[in-house]
């Protein structure tokens, strides 16, 4: 008998919780990244029922063998017609009757079929955001998984101190950072960024053949997948001489962020945290020339609540994992940009990838 991972039985227990305070007795999952975080399991192309009652895996032909195997404590429905027509025949069965949903992970077409499709008995009711407000706080199992990735992410790092020299094209890198990934039997969490010289005053640079030069900075921005959970972390390489310009904005954003990071606490405002880091920049003359949020939450995306943004109204809570990367990007010269990972703990943050402790 296969047995349930108690981090997946304490996440469904705070699910229910959360069910029992909008008074529904049922949900509907559509999401594959919400359904891997109820469950463990990697979904595709399937919806997930929840209830207190029973929980019921909604699949076709193709994967109900391996969620069969891979789905303890859930029963597994293989569906023949249609997804809306098994959940409505589930519900049925189950008696349910206010039965929430996220809006956002269905298109219209599907919600017209499943609204059509439900028995009249059951009342459908858009409720957002349910199981993405408990992946904002990592549990002890993600938190290791996020550490492992990191691991194996600086691991690579130290690695393309051998590859990144001048002459050697981004393209290039990227091969060998294909198979110092591959080798370690790991995956990325997105399309790596190599951008030298004026390419790194692109925020989501694409990978070009140009060759490096001496004396640039090399801006490099990867993440590693482990499990699922991804890290993802921005790094400058400095070929040569570096030039006073270059210097000067490094060390800028280097402060910037620091500033930023020694604020980090539960109950702050993730408002705050932007501002303070935009600030500093400001008074270096160099806010007009950073121009995205400071960071956000990563897990089993890559980007994921909370979003460390000044529009933002969330407020930083105890095993919270969120970048921090403030840049400043100069039009056809150059961009800097430095990204760390950092754990909201009960008295201040920890750098996951340094070994620094900040407290205010």
């Not at 705070?14 to 529904?24: I, Q």
Request: charged fraction near 25%; include cysteine.
């Amino acid at each position: 008998m296969t047995l349930v991972n108690p981090y997946l039985i304490s996440r469904r227990k705070n699910f229910f919780s959360k069910l029992a305070a909008h008074h529904l007795d049922g949900y509907l999952i559509t999401s594959d990244i919400n359904i891997r975080y109820l469950t463990g399991f990697p979904a595709s192309e399937s919806w997930l029922l929840v209830s207190p009652k029973k929980s019921y895996y909604m699949t076709d032909f193709r994967y109900v063998l391996e969620a069969r195997q891979g789905l303890p404590g859930i029963a597994v429905h293989r569906y023949r017609s249609s997804l809306s027509k098994a959940f409505g025949s589930l519900a049925r069965a189950l008696r349910l009757e206010r039965i929430g949903f996220d809006d956002r992970h269905l298109s219209f077409h599907a919600f017209k079929r499943l609204k059509n499709e439900r028995p009249a008995s059951i009342k459908l009711i858009a409720v957002n955001g349910l199981v993405e407000e408990l992946r904002e706080i990592k549990d002890a199992g993600e938190i290791n998984l996020i550490r492992q990735a990191l691991k194996l992410h600086l691991e690579a790092y130290r690695f393309l101190k051998g590859v990144i020299k001048p002459g050697v094209r981004e393209s290039e890198v990227l091969l060998q950072l294909e198979r110092f990934v591959r080798d370690r039997k790991v995956g990325f969490a997105f399309d790596p960024i190599i951008a030298s010289g004026p390419n790194s005053c692109l925020p989501h640079a694409k990978i070009t053949d140009r060759k490096i030069q001496p004396h640039e900075p090399v801006l490099v921005d990867i993440g590693i997948e482990v499990d699922g959970y991804k890290s993802d972390l921005t790094r400058i390489f400095f070929l040569g001489t570096i030039p006073h310009l270059v210097r000067k904005i490094y060390s800028a954003v280097a402060l910037a962020q620091e500033k930023a990071i020694t604020k980090i606490q539960p109950g702050v405002r993730v408002a705050d945290i932007d501002a303070q880091a935009r600030r500093y920049l400001n008074s270096q003359k160099l806010g007009q020339f950073f121009g995205h949020s400071l960071g956000h939450g990563v897990g089993l995306e890559i980007h994921e609540g909370p979003r460390l943004s000044s529009q933002s109204s969330s407020i930083l809570k105890e095993n919270m994992v969120v970048t921090v990367e403030p840049a400043v990007y100069l039009p056809q010269k150059f961009g800097i940009r430095i990204e760390d990972m950092v754990l909201v703990t009960a008295g201040g943050c920890e750098v996951l990838s340094g070994n620094r402790n900040h407290r205010d």
